[in-house]
């Protein structure tokens, strides 16, 4: 297992984008440079999808342009296409993520693409990246979503699995991510389809997973993932969001929660846990609407714990 | 790890001591039933303790006789101390559970015992069924509570946990028990402390453990759990209860979620899952003020999923 654990923050993105209110700008760009004070070194602060289809992610470019100010931060955005691709270069965002649902039916609902159009997309995409000034070039990321299963086909087989990893490589992603997008991995599946997928793609291209909580085995699967050798994780603060288009799938896996397990667990994760935990008062006041899940916000921290000891991105960078 | 897991459901006892109403015996035997007929092998139904102190376990003699009636059901009780152990073996529990908290002043606060006198207790317990016929001595077990980590004490020293464990088997428990009565556990603590405890009591003399999910990591700690060889896993219908002496601390892990996690593992469990997400309506009827828990009966088995065939603890019985 690795001793060091990437916690990537998607709530700015997966979050907002899965609920109906709209967080003003300002009180997302209080949000991103909290957390990244906070230690929090990556966070998907956007996507750059069309804002008939997501308002909510309307202000993407802005925000991508404030998180870059932050140092230290890695600064993710999600596209589902190459204009969302070329809007990101142009903004600046340091890593690039193309989800691909290994489901094709729902790819099509998703994405309204089908899989080959999807790998279209992913090589004129990398194509766009390597035009770039190579100290310019985003790292880019192809996500097998719905990897543990679809709401509308059920189980996918393997065979399709790792063929589409593989051809996500071919096409020029740096790596590709997996995804519970439907909230049905088990401990169990998250080991042997890791051990599977990096049959096919390698170690160096497969580290990082994003699990939800739908049936409450979200930090079990982080487990089982860590033990297997990935070192990146995504969670929500607050575990807002999920797949507003994966019917009875929400829950994303609680920030707070999880640096808890892999602090107790003796990990490092460059988070201030306490400072983190203040944080939650930022979406609080700007979604008043909207609940917030955790246990660790409401329990506190056991008596004689010690919180990690970290440098914030700020100083880590100087 | 085993293939076979033990979910052992300890809602009666520990979730229906924890709230302030009391739930009428004919709706306990109404519960206990339907989780027996859903295939539930062991059901820790009550605890004998003064009705002064915990009227809502005033009945226990009565539901424990009823308990036995149902063919195939380990009946568990919880005892506080020998008194407690004579009614438990007059009305003919197969299981007593004697806990003792390694965290000496949470014993005090929670039992009004000094650790000498719950080994005291236990020696006295000890001898009481040795002197029963042998086909009707219950199993005893000392539950080692607070192990990693006491509200009061914070972290307690390992060689004391030891010793006190070793001191237990000396007594005459048959085993010891793990709990996590605060919800500090991780999975890491989790594997050292079964390690340890095995490496002085032996393995056949730790098979179970009580964890809490006050945090999020209940799920996270069972697996590390089975991981290390464990086969019996204490939890909750609705994950009611939680420790009512340890502040803050409350939420047993959900039975519904552990056992769709360990059958999503390919696990054997006994259970028929979807008919014990029907017991939940019963709880719920008869406790409408309390909140139940659990993700699993909210999202729904996923789409394609198979649930463990079982046949019922009557037929296994039979």
Same sequence: chains 1, 2.
Avoid at 106 to 113: E, I, P, V, Y
Avoid at 159 to 175: H, T
Avoid at 250 to 273: C, H, P, R, Y
Wanted: contains cysteine; negative net charge.
């Amino acid at each position: 297992m690795h001793t060091e654990i990437l916690v990537s923050e998607v709530g700015p993105r997966d979050g907002l984008q899965s609920i109906g209110q709209i967080m003003p700008t300002e009180q997302k760009k209080a949000w991103i440079a909290a957390e990244a004070a906070a230690g929090v070194r990556e966070i998907e602060v956007g996507s750059f999808v069309p804002p008939k289809l997501l308002p909510q992610m309307a202000d993407t470019s802005e925000i991508v342009s404030f998180a870059r100010t932050i140092p230290g931060l890695t600064v993710a955005v999600l596209v589902p296409n190459l204009r969302g691709a070329q809007a990101a270069i142009e903004a600046g965002a340091h890593k690039i993520t193309l989800p691909l649902s290994v489901s094709e039916s729902h790819s099509l609902a998703n994405l309204r693409r089908t899989h080959d159009q999807i790998i279209e997309e992913s090589r004129a995409i990398a194509a766009l990246i390597a035009e770039q000034p190579e100290d310019q070039r985003p790292h880019f990321e192809g996500s097998l979503s719905t990897v543990f299963g679809c709401t509308l086909e059920g189980a996918i087989p393997l065979p399709q699995i790792l063929r589409l990893a593989e051809r996500l490589m071919d096409a020029g992603c740096d790596e590709v991510g997996l995804s519970d997008t439907t909230g049905y991995a088990d401990p169990r599946a998250v080991r042997e389809m890791i051990k599977a997928v990096r049959g096919v793609v390698g170690e160096d291209a497969l580290t990082g997973i994003h699990l939800h909580n739908t049936r409450g085995l979200g930090l079990a699967n982080v487990l089982a993932a860590l033990e297997e050798g990935l070192n990146t994780v995504d969670s929500s603060l607050g575990g807002i969001g999920g797949c507003p288009f994966a019917p009875g799938a929400s829950g994303n896996i609680v920030t707070e929660d999880l640096v808890f397990m892999l602090q107790a667990m003796g990990l490092k994760t460059g988070i201030d846990l306490p400072r983190l935990l203040e944080v939650r008062k930022i979406i609080e006041q700007a979604l008043s609407e909207e609940p917030l899940y955790g246990f660790t916000p409401d329990a506190g921290l056991p008596l004689g714990f010690t919180p990690e000891t970290v440098t914030s991105a700020k100083e880590a960078a100087e």
